[in-house]
């Protein structure tokens, strides 16, 4: 994927093969991945202990890290249990997440309260999923493969700075059993036109 300027994550995940490396972006974040086997189109996570981290401050020096757009390219799996896809959280506090909810599959925001998108995974399939994240405005529009989905009233948390990035688990005990080719955060709105040629420009690999 094309570098972006005002990423504040970029991990892609099938370029990094150790158990800790520093993340592709500006800021540099230390990442470490606990128990995901490496493929060329990223980390298996077992939905056991499997997770990835990075601890610093994301969001340090971002003038309002409630503006924001999240990707992450995913496969879930068979498995029909909840599972994190992408949060930050400390303990039973969360501050934003995406998930997967049981049987359904469906994708899930929470904030200070639950929000459905409306949209199920795919079984086994590689997707990509974007979020924009409009603090301000109280606004999260979330996207998949490159489609708007949903339009949702939910802010973005408090304190996002201070507390544990997370993928592929909750930080709180669930982890999930997905793959995951590579994740970034980016710290302002992109348009829908640019979050589509992302997905456009990156789906190669994914195939």
Known sequence: M??????VLHSPLYEEDGDSFISRDAYGHLCTV??????????AFNGVDSKLQATSALFSGVQNSSVKTIGFWCLNSTNTGYGNCICVRTG???N????????????KYISSSVADTGYDFVRDRWEFIAAIINGLANQVQVFANGLLVATMARNFGAGNGGSVFSLGFDNNG???????????????????????????TTKWRYQ
């Open 2 to 7: 094309k570098q972006i300027v005002e990423m």
């Open 174 to 200: 669930v982890y999930t059993k997905s793959n995951f080719g590579e994740v970034w955060i980016c710290n302002r709105r992109l348009t829908p036109q640019e979050i589509n040629n992302i997905y456009l």
């Open 92 to 94: 039973s506090n969360t």
């Open 34 to 43: 606990t128990n995901a086997l490496w493929t060329p189109q990223g980390r």
């Open 96 to 107: 934003w997440q995406f998930y997967r909810d049981t049987s359904s599959f469906r994708l």
